[in-house]
């Protein structure tokens, strides 16, 4: 990865490759008109910085020929424009895979051809040919499997590889390899583009002539979509469209761009007319998941000797590495929120579900029917109560077993009080009230702390001897009451390490929100507001939690209206951390590509998009502003906190994004540097 001058603006360098699907209006039986149409498509996808363009299943022909491919004069006219395709193609800084029938040795096969360079570069035969229903392609074509050489003479050049097991490596891109499969391949038990996932293809390209049926649609996209999640992979399928003979069939020109089950891209289908659709392949990610993924490895090590059989061909072709090139893909700017709005409300309810359902257990092992919780009137308090509210009404308990605590210190606000108060009243737990603040003038008599002599010095001491009042407190009352503390601090804090170790806010019996970063639980909490799902009441109060800025409210300050503190003044802003967390955590990324990602989402984006989150959330940030957080986060993250991390309670994982307990997800030295990280975050530009 490049992080110098332009370089960090192009895609290019973070490890993205732009892959296209051509879909060409053909003619049946007419390969000069549709070579000119295959030779307009891949000028459009070069000029769009496309790497590799896949065209659909014998499109220089097209596939409906039936007996014509008997013809002579039909088969030469295709070498003829393939030929023409592959001397274009040095012109052009990109791959080409074109579908076309080619005859060897009294045989013919139903081919993709892959062109660069001014050459071919590799033919891929089709290995399985349909032969039922509408399809009678054994009356035409041999199995790849049939040919017994390896190698054939096509336009002029000797020496072409053929055969199914062939990668395409480019240089310039490295993680960029690419295998060719043809149509009935994907939809057999075990695809050939399984084993080339295997052998280390990438990209699977699938070059297809599908024709439409009801419903057929979906079923290629589920094929599609399983192939690239299993393979770990990105899937390229281009399918025939306008053009193709209707004697019998329609066809829809269905292409579509996967990446491990993720759809990036899909055509319009039955447009009257050629198209181009394009998309960023994360190779970077499809590597790392891969890597971490070790089964996929314990697949390699099941099939090394039919993995053997795969060649290797060197695709020579330059990546611009000098011109901003802007990333073709949305990149959320809140990663661990449920993006699709459909069924958000589902993502909503199941994250609760998770949350209850580990504090039901845990209750149910220890034999207790009451919990304590401390409540403070903010975010992550608040979450924690309802998570134990709908704990109790699953062990079908009264809301009165939950113990609930506020307890009032010298920074905090009467905002945050009345806001506790009112939440605990609502929701009909025992509400209970301690003034902590007695009780931290005599620890600091004890520890001979400055402001026991009347003097206002905030410091560390003065902070942690509040924190380690709440959390001792709550524990004896726990003793006390027989009932576990429930923790509230959550994933952000943990990952900042913006919690007070040992007996502080770091510690409890068990923690509901320890994998639930401050970006979800403040959507959470919204979702149960918006959702009216405890009532109009609680609604307004919830509402006001989330206007409430995120501080730990140990500083005296303003009472009547925000706390004093600013927590993201000091961690920076959650919305920006979490994004940080999530791509460092669940990829693994080099903080120049996170910045990059960063700085694509957050950049001149539209107050019109996310229209669900409020205005106040709806931010910009410039890549400064992105340097300089990300810094404060890997210094934080991978030098700092960890100890605090290697001991945290138990709780249960919610999402894919990963927790950072250290007997699930997450096992890192308490000692180590950041240095490495620190030094990626120097190399990303500063505007």
Same mark, same amino acid.
């Given at each position: 990865?490049s992080?110098? $001058?332009?370089?960090f603006l192009?895609?290019?360098?973070?490890?993205?490759?732009?892959?296209?699907v051509?879909i060409?209006?053909?003619?049946?039986?007419?390969?000069e008109?549709?070579t000119?149409?295959t030779?307009?498509?891949m000028?459009?996808a070069?000029d769009?910085?496309?790497?590799?363009?896949?065209?659909?299943?014998?499109?220089?022909?097209?596939?409906t020929?039936?007996?014509?491919f008997?013809?002579?004069?039909?088969?030469?006219?295709?070498?003829a424009?393939?030929?023409?395709?592959?001397?274009?193609s040095g012109?052009?800084?990109?791959?080409?895979?074109?579908?076309?029938?080619?005859?060897?040795?009294?045989?013919?096969?139903?081919?993709?051809?892959?062109v660069a360079q001014g050459?071919?570069l590799?033919?891929?035969p089709?290995s399985f040919?349909?032969?039922?229903?509408?399809?009678?392609?054994q009356?035409?074509f041999?199995?790849?499997?049939?040919?017994y050489?390896?190698?054939?003479?096509?336009?002029?050049?000797?020496?072409?590889?053929?055969?199914?097991?062939?990668?395409?490596?480019?240089?310039?891109q490295?993680?960029?390899?690419?295998?060719?499969?043809i149509?009935?391949?994907?939809?057999?038990?075990?695809?050939?583009?399984?084993?080339a996932?295997?052998?280390?293809?990438?990209v699977?390209?699938?070059?297809?002539?599908?024709?439409?049926?009801?419903?057929k649609?979906?079923?290629?996209?589920?094929?599609?979509?399983?192939?690239?999640?299993?393979?770990?992979?990105?899937?390229?399928y281009?399918?025939?469209?306008?053009g193709?003979?209707?004697t019998?069939?329609?066809?829809?020109?269905h292409?579509?761009?996967y990446?491990? $089950?993720?759809?990036?891209?899909?055509?319009?289908?039955?447009?009257y007319?050629?198209q181009?659709?394009?998309?960023?392949?994360?190779?970077?990610?499809?590597i790392?998941?891969?890597?971490?993924?070790?089964s996929?490895?314990?697949?390699?090590?099941?099939?090394?000797q039919?993995?053997a059989?795969?060649?290797s061909i060197?695709?020579? *072709?330059p990546?611009?590495p000098g011109?901003?090139?802007?990333?073709?893909r949305r990149?959320?700017?809140?990663?661990?929120i449920?993006?699709?709005?459909?069924h958000r409300?589902?993502?909503?309810?199941?994250?609760?579900e998770?949350?209850v359902? $580990? *504090?039901v257990?845990?209750?149910?092992?220890?034999h207790?029917?009451?919990?304590?919780?401390?409540?403070?009137g903010?975010?992550?308090?608040?979450?924690?109560?309802?998570?134990?509210?709908r704990?109790? %009404?699953?062990?079908?308990?009264p +809301?009165?077993?939950?113990?609930?605590?506020t307890?009032?210190?010298f920074?905090?606000?009467? +905002?945050?009080l009345?806001?506790a108060?009112?939440?605990?009243?609502?929701?009909?737990?025992?509400a209970?009230?301690i003034?902590?603040?007695?009780?931290? &003038?005599? &620890?600091?008599?004890?520890?001979?702390?400055?402001y026991?002599?009347?003097?206002?010095?905030y410091?560390?001491?003065?902070e942690?001897v509040?924190?380690?009042?709440?959390t001792?407190?709550?524990?004896?009352l726990?003793?006390?009451?027989?009932?576990?503390?429930v923790?509230t601090? %959550?994933?952000?804090?943990?990952?900042?390490?913006?919690?007070?170790?040992?007996?502080g806010?770091?510690?409890?019996h068990?923690?509901?929100?320890?994998s639930?970063?401050k970006?979800?639980i403040?959507?959470?909490?919204?979702?149960?507001?918006?959702?009216?799902l405890?009532?109009?009441?609680?609604?307004?109060?919830?509402?006001?939690v989330?206007a409430?800025r995120?501080?730990?409210?140990?500083?005296?300050?303003?009472?009547?209206?925000?706390p004093?503190q600013?927590?993201?003044?000091?961690?920076?802003?959650?919305?920006?951390?979490?994004?940080?967390?999530?791509?460092?955590?669940r990829?693994?990324y080099?903080p120049?590509?996170?910045?990059?990602?960063?700085?694509?989402?957050w950049r001149?984006?539209?107050?019109?998009?996310?229209?669900?989150?409020?205005?106040n959330?709806?931010?910009?940030?410039?890549?400064?502003?992105i340097k300089h957080?990300?810094?404060?986060f890997?210094?934080?993250?991978?030098?700092?906190?960890?100890y605090k991390?290697?001991?945290?309670a138990n709780a249960?994982?919610?999402?894919?994004?990963?927790s950072?307990?250290?007997?699930g997800?997450y096992?890192?030295?308490?000692?180590?540097?950041?240095?490495?990280?620190?030094?990626?975050?120097?190399?990303?530009?500063?505007?």
């Amino acid at each position: 990865m490049s992080g110098n $001058g332009n370089n960090f603006l192009n895609c290019y360098s973070h490890g993205f490759a732009r892959a296209a699907v051509a879909i060409p209006e053909v003619r049946v039986a007419d390969p000069e008109f549709n070579t000119a149409q295959t030779l307009a498509l891949m000028q459009q996808a070069a000029d769009g910085g496309a790497l590799l363009v896949a065209f659909p299943e014998l499109g220089l022909s097209a596939y409906t020929c039936d007996d014509l491919f008997h013809q002579q004069a039909l088969l030469e006219s295709c070498v003829a424009g393939l030929g023409e395709i592959a001397a274009v193609s040095g012109q052009l800084p990109l791959a080409a895979v074109v579908g076309v029938p080619l005859r060897f040795n009294g045989l013919l096969f139903n081919c993709a051809a892959v062109v660069a360079q001014g050459r071919i570069l590799g033919i891929v035969p089709k290995s399985f040919q349909p032969n039922y229903r509408e399809y009678y392609e054994q009356r035409y074509f041999a199995s790849g499997y049939a040919a017994y050489w390896n190698e054939v003479e096509l336009c002029g050049q000797t020496r072409i590889p053929f055969g199914s097991q062939l990668l395409f490596r480019t240089p310039a891109q490295p993680w960029l390899v690419f295998h060719v499969e043809i149509c009935e391949d994907l939809w057999v038990p075990i695809p050939p583009s399984s084993y080339a996932a295997l052998a280390g293809a990438t990209v699977l390209v699938n070059l297809s002539a599908s024709n439409a049926t009801v419903a057929k649609a979906e079923y290629r996209r589920e094929l599609v979509d399983n192939q690239s999640a299993r393979c770990m992979a990105a899937y390229i399928y281009s399918a025939s469209g306008y053009g193709e003979s209707t004697t019998d069939l329609a066809w829809d020109g269905h292409g579509m761009i996967y990446e491990n $089950g993720v759809q990036l891209a899909e055509a319009e289908r039955f447009r009257y007319g050629s198209q181009l659709i394009t998309a960023d392949i994360d190779l970077e990610r499809l590597i790392h998941d891969r890597t971490q993924q070790n089964s996929f490895a314990q697949s390699v090590q099941h099939h090394t000797q039919l993995l053997a059989g795969f060649r290797s061909i060197e695709v020579s *072709l330059p990546v611009p590495p000098g011109q901003r090139l802007d990333l073709q893909r949305r990149i959320e700017r809140f990663p661990y929120i449920p993006a699709d709005l459909a069924h958000r409300g589902e993502r909503c309810r199941e994250i609760y579900e998770i949350q209850v359902q $580990g *504090l039901v257990k845990r209750l149910r092992a220890m034999h207790s029917d009451k919990v304590v919780i401390g409540v403070s009137g903010g975010l992550d308090s608040t979450q924690g109560l309802l998570v134990c509210c709908r704990a109790m %009404d699953v062990m079908r308990l009264p +809301r009165a077993n939950i113990l609930a605590y506020t307890l009032p210190g010298f920074g905090t606000s009467e +905002r945050t009080l009345q806001q506790a108060r009112v939440l605990m009243q609502a929701v009909g737990v025992s509400a209970h009230e301690i003034d902590i603040r007695d009780a931290c &003038m005599q &620890m600091f008599r004890n520890i001979g702390h400055p402001y026991a002599s009347g003097q206002p010095v905030y410091d560390t001491s003065f902070e942690n001897v509040q924190a380690g009042e709440r959390t001792s407190l709550l524990f004896r009352l726990a003793n006390q009451l027989h009932a576990p503390v429930v923790g509230t601090s %959550d994933l952000s804090e943990l990952a900042l390490g913006w919690c007070t170790y040992g007996v502080g806010d770091q510690m409890a019996h068990y923690h509901v929100n320890a994998s639930v970063p401050k970006t979800l639980i403040q959507h959470l909490i919204r979702w149960v507001a918006e959702s009216n799902l405890l009532g109009g009441e609680l609604a307004s109060l919830l509402q006001d939690v989330l206007a409430t800025r995120i501080s730990p409210e140990l500083i005296p300050g303003e009472q009547n209206h925000q706390p004093v503190q600013r927590t993201e003044g000091v961690t920076g802003p959650y919305e920006l951390q979490d994004f940080n967390l999530y791509y460092l955590l669940r990829f693994g990324y080099a903080p120049e590509k996170v910045a990059y990602l960063a700085w694509a989402a957050w950049r001149d984006r539209t107050s019109g998009e996310w229209p669900d989150i409020p205005q106040n959330l709806r931010h910009q940030y410039t890549l400064a502003e992105i340097k300089h957080w990300l810094k404060v986060f890997v210094r934080r993250f991978f030098e700092q906190t960890q100890y605090k991390r290697s001991c945290i309670a138990n709780a249960p994982k919610v999402g894919s994004g990963g927790s950072l307990s250290p007997r699930g997800d997450y096992r890192a030295p308490s000692d180590s540097q950041a240095a490495a990280w620190l030094a990626s975050v120097e190399r990303i530009p500063a505007d």
